[in-house]
């Protein structure tokens, strides 16, 4: 079946590090897979959009990169701050005709 | 920086009871979508709306909901018959890219059904 997986579990990360958020799909072939950000009781708000021909995207202290082979996208945020603390979600449209699908999601802690 | 907006906030409603959700999308958009999220779970498409009609739907999306632009800037989610199932937060997105990148999404509406 198709599906995008995201680390269901928190990830806790001392303040300063480098968290890294994974994304992982089976049986598409996206044309590109974006990245939001969600707060508790807020909608999610949009942050990158890496398409199948880029490797890697930054914005600020945000990398992105996109392996079409393995099927992966990671999500990387560089000296990582408690204002980071969120949910992040992966999110793709299996092809340009078709809506986004999301992932579940995965929780990130960043500890002062 | 404009914004999507949302009313109610909070809707608590009687199973059976019909509801509709408010959206004001970003004005100059073109797409718009209505999303829906059960507490802890991941968020689901319903509908998405462009040029005054529906352009894709969802399985969720039955005859229970109905999708309207009734003028230039709001946009609402009508459900006619609740159900307990239909417990969720409720959000509204637009965007005036390409179809589904870079969507702005609203704050939600919280509908709980009893």
């Known amino acids: 079946s198709q599906k995008i997986e995201q680390n269901s579990e928190a990830l806790n990360i001392q303040e300063g590090k480098t968290a890294t958020l994974t994304c992982n799909y089976t049986n598409y072939s996206p044309a590109y897979l974006q990245w939001y950000r969600q707060d508790p009781g807020r909608g999610p708000v949009f942050l990158l959009l890496i398409r199948e021909n880029e490797k890697e995207k930054r914005k600020e202290r945000l990398k992105v990169t996109f392996d079409t082979t393995l099927k992966q996208s990671l999500f990387h945020i560089t000296a990582s701050q408690p204002a980071d603390s969120a949910t992040y979600l992966c999110a793709l449209a299996p092809d340009s005709n078709y809506q986004l699908i999301w992932g579940a999601g995965t929780k990130l802690i960043i500890k002062p | 920086e404009p914004e999507v907006t949302q009313t109610p906030s909070h809707q608590v409603t009687q199973m059976g009871q019909e509801v509709i959700l408010r959206c004001v999308p970003i004005?100059?958009?073109?797409?718009f979508y209505w999303y829906r999220q059960i507490l802890g779970q991941k968020v689901e498409f319903l509908v998405s709306f462009y040029n005054n009609e529906i352009s894709e739907k969802s399985e969720i999306f039955d005859d229970q909901f109905s999708v309207e632009r009734p003028d230039g800037s709001n946009f609402t989610l009508k459900i006619r018959s609740t159900k307990l199932e239909d417990s969720a937060m409720y959000f509204c997105a637009s965007t005036n890219r390409v179809p589904n990148e870079k969507l702005f999404f609203g704050s939600g509406t919280q509908l709980s059904v009893l």
């Open positions: 004005s100059n958009h073109l797409y």
